[in-house]
């Protein structure tokens, strides 16, 4: 496994652990029998593999909507209204984004989500010991 690949799978760790965090989050509520209108929104975040992540969330009210991609200093990388359906998935590439701290902003009406995540890239050393030399 090449250096690159590596460093890919370690920031893939630290995101999928978020995204579990957030699904475990899902089941609890929906557990919990609470009404779907009066529940407030989730937003879901699940690691599709090499930095693509699909982002989901429910409107079941039909609310306006914004989604962003921002990085800590609020540069924004992507941003979109999307129509007003009850429900939203998507698909993103995160690949040609640098190292660094971002997160995925969902505006429902006066609703704020937010999920944050880490890309980054690490360095390990290791040792390989030789074949026999004769």
């Given at each position: ?55 989901a969330f429910e409107n ?54 937010k999920k944050d995540f ?15 030399r004769k």
């Amino acid at each position: 496994m090449n250096k690159n690949t590596k460093n890919i799978i370690k920031a893939l760790a630290v995101v999928f652990t978020l995204a579990t965090a957030t699904t475990e989050g899902m089941a609890q509520t929906k557990a919990a029998g609470k009404v779907a209108s009066t529940e407030k929104s989730t937003l879901s975040v699940q690691d599709l593999g090499n930095l693509r992540f699909k982002l989901a969330f429910e409107n079941p009210s039909k609310q306006k909507t914004k989604i962003s991609l921002v990085d800590k200093e609020n540069n924004l990388f992507f941003y979109d209204y999307p129509s007003n359906d009850t429900q939203y998935v998507k698909a993103f590439d995160l690949s040609n984004l640098v190292d660094g701290e971002y997160t995925f902003v969902v505006e429902l009406g006066t609703e704020k989500l937010k999920k944050d995540f880490v890309i980054t890239t690490q360095s390990l050393r290791g040792i390989a010991l030789a074949g026999d030399r004769k």
